[in-house]
């Protein structure tokens, strides 16, 4: 009927099924663009979230039934967060843009839609377009990357154990969360 031309998926340093399952691949053999949602992985890759934090997620945070918030999961993710510190700080760069940095990195025609709920968050996030992965450093990066167990996710399943959790508190779901 028409020709694709984007393709939208879940990627990121931390979900990256779109390298093995072929997605990625026929996207750069047809020339097609691919917009990855959630490439900062709901925030975990930005720093914002570490182990020691305490942290509370209250109403409709999905955080709340994502593991990898978990104070556990956490801690047994710090080797990621170590790897992220040595690049960012190489690169003179937050996790954030680090992140998205090597996701751009990943194809030409990558565009990745992070979340953006604040001025300062667009800001910075656009100067993740300034930053320059050399092939050595994405190989470095990939070969960590590939090493790593990432405890916990992110999946889809969560947001309606979410919207299970919310019916239950008693928040009428189908009218944006209200109690």
Known sequence: VCPVAIVENEFSMVVRNIETDGSLQACK????????????????????YRPGMKLEFKNDDIHRTFSWFTEENLEKNQPLFEMLEKFSTKKGCTYAQLALAWVMAKYDMMIPIPGMYKQEFIDSNLEACNIVLTDEEMKEIDETLATLTIYGDGAEWRVDQLRGMLKEE???????WRK
């Not at 053999?29 to 720093?47: D, H, N, Q, V």
């Not at 008693?170 to 944006?176: L, M």
């Open 170 to 176: 008693g928040y009428e779901v189908e009218k944006s």
């Open 29 to 48: 053999e047809l020339g097609i663009a691919m917009t990855p949602y959630m490439p900062l992985a709901s925030g975990l890759l930005t720093g914002a």
